[in-house]
């Protein structure tokens, strides 16, 4: 009889194979465990063993253990072989590397800090369907930032107010109106009829100042609902959904990329309850690692953070941007957005850290000018302009009065 005993699951002389899906963790171990046994531990309980030793028949067994292969300092690299996995389900694959190793005691805690895909894994999920490339492929941005905004307060606007907003922006400058993270299909400002008049407005805006514009409207509900909302959008003329994809779950992430490629619809996922992973340094799951999930499961933007200039705790937003941009055999690059807490007054650092290929969105920053939402947007594009320029933001305020307005009451400061 086979047995499998700790030691199975560590081999600090194992080179992983170009097939294994490579993780790498920051473990604190428990008082009483070695790094060593720990590291073993994490390699058992997430592929194919438990606390005990087992004793299995040799030809009833495929061996899935995986091997922690590298230990320097509290981070532990753990290799995993491909035949572990569901090919095309990302539920499956997190309750390997983030299942019970994330509550086990062997460690007093944990975190998962990054993972290396292998093709093998990655061929079985579609990527995003556009990309960076929805700058050019469904808006006018061309090599600047795409501007979004979404209207405030976040919620408890009616339809008409939301629309009234999202029209002013979209004069002002703005390419994407943006639903905020818990507005979906409320009383006050019902899906449809907000879907239906903000893509009129819309049309109105882009027939009149000769810009392609487009609506990010929240699709997220529970996921039968919401591929329904998917084809609503689609009904309607709209070119983007936005999903809270942490909320939903990525099996529901899935099936709204599926039934999007039937539409030819882009995916503007926002990371509400992401900082429930990502938050702690020492346990959960890195947005870095976050973002990757999203790329494999299809997305075309995701909130990445804001390099420390807004108003949320930050990630090292420009390692997982150039990861996001980078080749992961061959899927689309994704668009990270930089959002919470943003203005006019930081554009240029923003840009300064993160580059142009991104999405800049700020509510507050344009429906908080001091001359409304109209000003904010122009404050906001004028900003972006004066960054690709190479013009200094006070310089190009001289000839732009709601950039100098916006400068005055918000300067370059950091919100909190
Ligand atoms: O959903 C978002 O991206 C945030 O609510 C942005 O809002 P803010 O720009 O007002 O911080
Ligand atoms: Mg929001």
């Known amino acids: 009889m086979t047995g499998i005993e700790y030691d199975d699951f560590l081999d600090l002389e194992y080179e992983p194979t170009a097939s294994d899906l490579i993780c790498e963790f920051r473990i604190d171990p428990a008082e009483d465990m070695s790094l060593e046994a720990a590291a073993s531990r994490v390699a058992s309980e997430s592929s194919n063993g438990t606390w005990a030793a087992l004793h299995v028949a040799e030809d009833e067994l495929t061996h899935l253990g995986a091997v922690a292969c590298d230990i320097d300092g509290q981070r532990i690299t753990v290799a995993y072989p491909a035949e572990l996995f569901e090919s095309g389900s990302m539920p499956q694959i997190l309750s390997c590397i983030a299942g019970n190793i994330l509550g086990m005691k062997a460690v007093d805690s944990i975190r998962l800090e990054d993972c290396e895909w292998p093709e093998s894994i990655v061929s079985g999920f579609p990527g995003p369907q556009f990309g960076t490339s929805v700058a050019r492929e469904k808006l006018d941005a061309g090599a600047r930032p ?33 639903d905020d993270e818990n507005l979906t299909d409320q009383a006050f400002n019902p899906f449809e009829d907000r879907l239906a008049e903000s893509l009129a407005a819309r049309d109105r805006v882009e027939e009149d100042v000769g810009e392609r514009k487009d609506y990010l409207v929240n699709v997220t509900a529970e996921t039968t ?44 996922a926002h990371r509400a309850m992401h900082a429930a992973f990502d938050r702690l340094e020492h346990h959960g799951v890195s947005m870095r690692v976050l973002a990757q999930i999203a790329r494999l499961c299809g997305v075309d933007h995701i909130h990445t953070g804001t390099a420390g200039l807004g108003k949320l705790a930050n990630e090292d937003t420009p390692g997982i941007n150039d990861w996001l941009h980078g080749d992961c055999h061959g899927l689309e690059p994704v668009l990270p957005v930089a959002s919470g807490g943003l203005h006019p007054g930081v554009v240029d650092q923003l840009i300064d850290a993160l580059g142009t290929d991104i999405c800049i969105q700020a509510g ?8 409304g939402t109209h000003a904010g947007a122009k404050a906001l594009r004028q900003a972006t302009e004066a960054s690709l320029e190479g013009v200094s933001l006070a310089d190009y305020a001289t000839d732009h009065e709601e950039l100098a307005t916006a400068l005055e009451k918000w300067g370059a400061e950091t919100p909190r």
């Open 225 to 268: 609902e919401m591929l329904e909302r998917v084809d609503l959008v689609a009904e309607h003329g709209g070119g983007f959904v936005m999903v809270d994809v942490i909320t939903c779950g990525w099996s529901a992430v899935q099936s709204v990329r599926e039934r999007c490629e039937d539409h030819g619809l882009a995916i503007h």
């Open 364 to 371: 507050g920053g344009i429906h908080g000018h001091p001359d």
């Open 146 to 178: 795409i501007l979004a905004t979404v209207p405030k307060p976040k919620v408890g606007l009616s339809t008409d107010a939301h629309v009234r907003v999202g029209e002013e922006a979209w004069r002002g400058g703005v390419d994407l109106l943006k």
